[in-house]
């Protein structure tokens, strides 16, 4: 399945559009969504460090998702690298 | 609930307004209001700093400050009205980024809801900060992982993480 993920902070340098789109086999966990976006990145972006995405979370717009969830399915993602607010 | 406000800003739209915040703690139950305002300074780690823009993920940016809020409230264990707003977009030197007000009946509650708040949006919500210099230069400043097999590594490597930011 094609999954969406938009892109924040220092990732947004990967991808002018501001997201990324990858195929996802059904049933893969976030773990699993993290291999993928890295080797997308060192393919596409090899400005990003390679570390980033390792430290970065994933998310839907109500809540982060931890490497052991599955990816759900028709829902947009952001991968968000550490926060630096206030 | 009525006894909380969150908020992103975007800068072009508005700056983030002080006199609203304490308003909006304000209730004839509580003699104790602390707030917490951050600005945008004019340097970083020995670098000029000219201004700053931020991003967010909105929607978990607002629902990470209502959790915040919740967690507060029951820290306290008191009434609690707060106020969490942050700012988007590019900021100036001097432009308010963040402000945190928390009213309650007494100065220790009040104190309290505010710092957890403040630590709380700092270390947990989806914002970046990207420093603009005087030489021209960006950077995306390092933060703190929401990645929680991150978090456990860095707690293991240094016991403790210091937090600095």
């Known amino acids: 399945m094609k999954t969406r993920i938009a892109l924040y902070g220092a990732l947004r340098e990967a991808d002018a559009s501001g997201h990324v789109e990858l195929d996802v086999p ?20 090899p400005a990003i460090p390679a570390g ?5 979370a994933f998310a839907s717009a109500e809540e982060i998702l931890h ?16 926060v630096s607010g206030g | 609930m009525d006894d909380l406000h969150v908020a992103v800003v975007e800068r072009r739209m508005a700056a983030l307004d002080v006199a609203e915040a304490l308003a909006f703690v304000s209730d004839p139950r509580f003699g104790g209001i602390a707030t917490f305002i951050g600005r945008v300074r004019d340097h970083n780690v020995g670098r000029v700093v000219t201004g700053i823009s931020y991003d967010l993920f909105e929607p978990l940016a607002l629902r990470t400050f209502r959790a915040i809020g919740e967690r507060a409230r029951a820290e306290v264990g008191a009434p609690l009205k707060l106020w969490i707003a942050h700012a ?3 900021l100036a030197i001097g432009d308010l980024a963040v402000v945190v007000a928390a009213g309650t009946p007494h100065r220790d509650e009040a104190f309290r809801a505010c710092r957890l708040a403040i630590e709380a949006v700092k270390h947990e919500a989806p914002i970046w900060k ?36």
Request: overall charge negative; hydrophobic content about 30%.
């Open chain 1, 26 to 45: 059904a049933g893969s966990s976030i773990a699993e969504l993290r291999e993928l976006l890295a080797a997308h990145l060192a393919e596409h972006a």
């Open chain 1, 52 to 56: 980033l995405v390792r430290c970065s």
């Open chain 2, 88 to 90: 988007k977009g590019d």
């Open chain 2, 130 to 165: 990207r420093e603009h210099y005087v030489d021209g230069d960006s950077a995306w400043s390092e933060g703190c992982s929401l990645c929680e097999e991150q978090r456990d590594a860095e707690r293991h490597d240094h016991a403790g993480h210091a937090h600095g930011h």
């Open chain 1, 67 to 82: 490497n052991h969830r599955s990816v759900p399915e028709g829902v947009e993602l952001a991968v968000l690298p550490p």
